[in-house]
């Protein structure tokens, strides 16, 4: 039971480092990573592979479809 | 649609991912590494879906957005499965497979309502946004455990060569686009960041090439030589 509960501290433990490594991160910026919050985001860096960076999604009205 | 360069680095970078399967394959290093090559060949698989979306529709359409986030999202999960597989090869000897198969799921799962948590609010298209954050989060998650394994490979003194530099190039590469997410934050306009990230892109598949092509697999480092000391 106490290393089931030790998995679950650390799964924890790591997860909230790696938020808060994120929130350091964009701390300086437009709050482009986001996109809850409503404001067009820029697309992320984060990817997988070389392929291009398509437009980022929009909110509003020119939300994609 | 991008540039010349921006086509060159796309398909370098894409033969580079199928050269790590291959190498694997031809150094029988496939099945020891079985889901780290398995996301190499789905990022090669996704590589012509995006291809073809950008051929079809054109890289600032709607369909190539949709391709592009929703690939990136499964992408970044077969990452993170081949991360953990790579804490089972370095925490084999001590018998905890078990347990780090929970906390890698548990970390998943709270990866996944931190994710929901964020964009629930946004309830119009929230699967698409949902896709997008935890993608996004699973890369620091990703980040944060590379960091840890390392340090773990370096506690318990790892000295199999092909594993260090697997994790040590996956390292790189995480923290490599954290930077680039960083600076992109600080500067939102501008635009030299365009081929920083495809090249980011084919660095970790050339590292995983090499590691797989140059080294054997049961190879270890020279551990540091004792020296007997008359009392």
């Known amino acids: 039971m106490s290393r089931k509960l030790s998995a679950l501290l650390l799964a924890m433990l790591v997860l909230a480092g790696a938020m808060s490594l994120k929130t350091v991160v964009t701390a300086h910026g437009n709050g482009a990573g986001i996109m809850a919050n409503g404001p067009a985001p820029l697309p992320d860096p984060f990817r997988n592979g070389p392929a291009p960076l398509p437009d980022p999604f ?3 009205a020119s939300v994609l479809r | 649609m991008p540039g010349t ?8 970078g894409s033969i580079l991912e199928l050269a790590v399967v291959v ?22 698989i996704v590589s ?19 391709v592009y986030y929703y690939s990136d999202a499964v ?11 790579l804490y089972l090869h370095v925490f084999d000897e001590i018998k905890v497979e078990k347990y780090l198969r929970l906390t890698a799921l548990l970390l998943l799962a709270g990866t996944a309502l931190f994710s929901y948590a964020v964009v629930q609010q946004s309830s119009h ?19 944060v455990l590379t960091y840890v394994l390392w340090g773990a490979i370096l506690k318990l003194r790892e000295t199999r060569t092909q594993l260090i530099q697997l994790v040590l190039s996956l390292g790189i590469y995480f923290s490599a686009f954290a930077a680039t997410y960083a600076l992109r934050n600080m500067y939102p306009d501008s635009r030299s960041f365009g081929y920083v990230v495809p090249v980011f892109g084919c660095l970790l598949p050339l590292a995983w090439a090499c590691a797989f092509w140059r080294l054997a697999p ?3 480092m020279a551990t540091a030589r004792l020296v007997a000391v008359p009392r």
């Open chain 1, 58 to 60: 929009r909110s509003g």
């Open chain 2, 5 to 12: 360069l921006g086509y060159a680095i796309w398909i370098v």
């Open chain 2, 23 to 44: 190498s694997a394959i031809t150094k029988h290093s496939f099945r020891r590494y079985l889901c780290l090559n398995l996301y190499m060949l789905f990022s090669v």
């Open chain 2, 48 to 66: 012509a879906a995006r291809f073809q979306a950008v051929a079809q529709y054109g890289l600032h359409s709607k369909q190539y957005a949709y």
């Open chain 2, 75 to 85: 992408l970044t999960i077969f990452l993170y499965l081949a991360l953990i597989t």
């Open chain 2, 125 to 143: 298209k929230m699967l698409t946004v949902f896709s997008y954050e935890l993608s996004q989060n699973l890369y620091f998650v990703g980040l």
């Open chain 2, 218 to 220: 049961d190879a270890r």
